[in-house]
């Protein structure tokens, strides 16, 4: 679920939403999830002084609440 809303939002908002990719690494509590996009929507993704990419942990935390988890984002340049 938190993979899917993560690939949701990061395609939504880049030019290249083919080449995004989203996988998870599941712990007993803890997911980690890994978002790679095109080097040229790497900019979109992080925004200004990195306000995209904290709402973005933030609607994953908020989220990830609702499974009792917790959920890391990680950007891979």
């Known amino acids: 679920m938190l993979k899917e ?19 998870e690494v599941e712990g007993e509590k803890t997911s980690v999830i890994e978002l790679l996009v095109a080097k040229e929507d790497l900019g979109k993704v992080i925004g200004k002084q990195g306000k995209t990419a904290r709402a973005l942990r933030t609607i994953l935390a908020a989220s990830s609440n609702k499974v009792n988890k917790r959920a890391v984002l990680e950007i891979i340049e």
């Open 5 to 23: 809303l993560i690939e949701f939002v990061a395609k939504s908002l880049v030019d290249y939403p083919e080449k995004v990719k989203v996988t």
